[in-house]
């Protein structure tokens, strides 16, 4: 396989958040006297755009716009933000990739300021060649996003590979004519990811392994 590229999702990838989401959406749930979400429901349930998964959850936008309940679990989320820690050999699989003369790019649905601040603390900008977020907090998806993003540079999509860690991720790669690799320690189920015909790995350890046997 010839890489000449990789695009990095941020949350669940590389970042270790499934908690703190679980736990801010539980706390927005209390407010409107909805029942709690475990982990394993979460992932279960867990979808692009979160509108879809806010209403699976139980909230009715007719009565409280999702605009308001969106606003809520990210002030939430953003008062624990810099408590999640980065996923196990993150900071090793990043440095070994740039060893390999592969250039990395980092997109999420996270806005730029929030991804700015984040990647700083943990001190990953110097990684990434780029960094792009989104410009509003209500996650619609990263398609249109990577897209552009794709169109400003001169890279053939069949040779960059996108890894990210739910379904939405998948067709965001498969859509835009990249490779996709998910990665299960994030926020969608493994069974629920091995549904979208897609390589599925458990952790970046395994994905770095992957890597260096599929380009050799």
């Known amino acids: 396989m010839k890489c000449e590229h990789i695009i990095w999702d941020w949350n669940g990838t590389l970042l270790d958040d499934v ?3 679980v ?6 749930l209390s407010r409107y006297n909805l029942a709690h979400i475990t982990t394993s429901g979460y992932l279960d349930i867990f979808t692009f755009p979160v509108i879809k998964y806010y209403k699976l959850l139980g909230f009715d936008f007719k ?3 999702f605009e308001k309940v969106g606003t809520e679990f ?3 989320y953003t008062d624990n933000q810099y408590s999640p820690k980065l996923h196990k050999d993150t900071i090793k699989v990043l440095k070994e990739i740039n060893y390999l003369e592969v250039s990395q790019s980092l997109v999420s649905a996270a806005t730029q300021k929030m991804l700015d601040k984040l990647l700083h603390h943990h001190r990953l900008e110097n990684y990434f060649d780029t960094i792009v977020g989104q410009n509003n907090h209500y996650a619609y998806g990263k398609e ?3 897209n552009k993003w794709l169109g400003a540079r001169d890279l ?10 739910t379904i939405h991720d998948h067709e965001v790669a498969i859509n835009s004519g990249m490779k996709s690799i998910l990665i299960s320690h994030g926020h969608t189920s493994r069974e629920r990811l091995l549904e979208t015909g897609a390589i599925v790995l458990p952790n970046l350890r395994s994905f770095l392994g992957w890597f260096k046997d599929s380009t050799q």
Do not use: K, R
């Open 23 to 28: 736990q801010s959406i539980n706390t927005v």
């Open 156 to 165: 053939d999509p069949s040779h960059v590979l996108f890894i990210g860690d």
């Open 74 to 76: 990210i002030n939430e």
């Open 63 to 65: 009565t409280d716009p």
């Open 19 to 21: 908690w703190l989401s």
């Open 144 to 146: 249109d996003t990577v």
